[in-house]
């Protein structure tokens, strides 16, 4: 039992490079996110997904993109790379509604961006 | 949007204490809120979840409750333990899905 995995768990990039963070859940859940973490401030929502086909954007989406093509996978895009995105990245998958809709984590990336 | 906050921002108690972490939030129509613990270096791990409809949930040495209407949530961990220190994290999730964190309390317990 997986649950949400996150591949990699460490990132060196240099400024202006492009990288896929990835996120893999298998317990079928329809929602999937992205936070980011940093030091004093809580983790904020960069992008969420309802369902396959369907994202939106969260609190802080500049620089990002994401897709959901399957209901297991849901990718996170640095399209060109700054050293403000320099943080640990989660990616978290519940059920959308009912009593058990917990969110569950992966253990995260690490990213910085020289 | 809505904003949580939790205080203090750390905590330090002797073995055999109860802990009291606290937690606000600004908007009350909320769909559930949760609670988590963070280890140095690791992810994100449930503790307990309480539906808006819910005024307390129990695991073993932890409660937690809700009060929706004044927008607030205490987390008690009872007889605290040197394992239990760690960074405990209050997350409520909005009707459009979001999920919104506080900045967490670090708590060590002294053996």
């Known amino acids: 039992n997986a649950g949400v995995t996150q591949t990699p768990k460490f990132q060196v990039l240099k400024t202006g490079q492009s990288m896929t963070l990835q996120c893999a859940q298998d317990m079928n859940h329809e929602y999937m996110s992205w936070y980011r973490q940093d030091p004093g401030m809580g983790l904020r929502l960069i992008h969420y997904s309802v369902g396959a086909g369907i994202t939106d954007q969260g609190e802080v989406p500049n620089g990002y993109n994401v897709s959901r093509s399957t209901t297991e996978d849901f990718p996170l895009r640095l399209l060109s790379a700054a050293p403000s995105q320099t943080s640990v990245y989660f990616c978290?998958?519940?059920?959308?509604?009912?009593?058990?809709?917990?969110?569950?984590f992966g253990a995260g990336t690490r990213l910085s961006v020289l | 949007k809505q904003e949580v906050t939790q205080i203090p921002a750390a905590l330090s108690v002797p073995e055999g204490e109860n802990l009291v972490l606290n937690c606000s939030f600004t908007d009350s129509a909320i769909y559930n809120l949760q609670w988590f613990r963070q280890d140095p270096g690791k992810g994100l791990t449930s503790l307990l979840l309480?539906?808006?409809?819910?005024r307390e949930q129990t695991s073993g040495r932890l409660n937690a409750s809700l009060d929706k209407s004044s927008g607030r949530s205490t987390l008690y961990i009872a007889a605290s333990q040197p394992g239990d220190s760690a960074t405990y994290l209050c997350?409520?999730?909005?009707?459009?899905?979001?999920?919104?964190f506080g900045a967490g309390t670090t708590v060590t317990v002294r053996a």
């Open positions: 309480i539906q808006s409809s819910q």
């Open positions: 978290a998958s519940s059920y959308s509604s009912g009593v058990k809709n917990i969110q569950y």
């Open positions: 997350a409520v999730r909005s009707n459009d899905y979001k999920l919104s």
